[in-house]
């Protein structure tokens, strides 16, 4: 089991991991990450702001290992 | 030295809802019982399986299990001590889902003879054990309504609202606090979240003082803030007295 940190930006908040997720490889932190940012998708309720960007960036104890966007804005 | 009594928490989580006789009670303690111990992680029963008795969690954790083909799963119901968890086989016959100790869990089969025998005697006590299925229907609605349509922390804070109020009945909670003995995969496949979801609500949870989870203990700061956060009505765990 490897420790993976999981930090995101939405709606211009900022949330730093810093209890961390035990999960036995990046594999499972990938199914792990899509699932919870699909998540914080899902709750965004008509929340999100033209021309914001939402991110998750996963962190193994090494360094970064994935990160996650998603962007809106006008294009007419 | 006699053998402890199976019943005595179903007894005293079911005398909230209608009064028992003594001879109802009488019978239940008359019933042959067979007590095992289940460690946990143990399947007491298995999905699919033909049962000729029935098990009530006399101790510990249990949960009730489906599993999809990929090897995910589902758990649709938590069950404390005191609940038949496993009287739906009485009537199914054959088993839909399964039963899985999530913590070391003393339970107690009766076979299905002497159930039988039991409802054929006594009608209201076959009402009272008829109640407890119609309940854990009641708590599978609210569960439901979670999963489509509670936001993540507010599904997290009507399970502490519903296990503290469950758990109260039986003389479980002190201080507002109660053991949860699970583990983080075994919460996330509870509320059909991620673990990462899960952590980030029980992280907000706590900021916002609404419940604390630590080391296996859960603790709820102001119980009446958290029921009306999590928008929980007791009423469907139906703790109220009336003839049935």
Partial sequence: MQKYFFHTVANGVATHDEDGTALPDEAAAWHEASSAFGEMIKEVDGEMQIGSEWTMQVESESGPVFVITLTSSRVG | MSSPFAF?????????????????????????????KMPKGVEIIADHARADHSCIITKGLAARAVYTADGERQLTALHI?????????????????????????????VSHRSLLEIFTRYPHLGRIFWLSTVVDA??????????????????????????HARLSAIG??????????????????????????????????????????????????NVAQLREFSEFDPIYLNFFKEPR
């Fill in chain 2, 8 to 36: 005595e928490l179903f007894v005293r989580a079911m005398s909230l809802r209608d009064d028992m006789a003594e001879d109802e009670v009488a019978a239940l303690k008359s019933l042959p019982v067979r007590f095992e």
């Fill in chain 2, 172 to 221: 479980a909670v002190v201080g507002n606090s109660f053991p949860l003995p699970l583990t983080q995969q075994e919460l996330a496949d509870l509320l059909g979240m991620s673990i990462v979801h899960v952590n980030r609500k029980l992280k907000e949870l706590r900021a916002d003082r609404l419940v604390r989870m630590e080391d296996g203990q859960v603790h709820i700061p």
């Fill in chain 2, 81 to 109: 001590p005191g609940d038949f968890v496993d009287l739906h086989a009485f009537l199914l016959k054959i088993m839909d889902h399964s039963v899985v100790a999530m913590s070391d869990c003393d339970v107690a089969f």
């Fill in chain 2, 138 to 163: 009641a708590i599978q609605r609210a569960w439901t309504t979670s999963l489509g349509r509670r936001t993540a922390a507010q599904s997290i804070g009507h399970l502490v609202c519903e296990l």
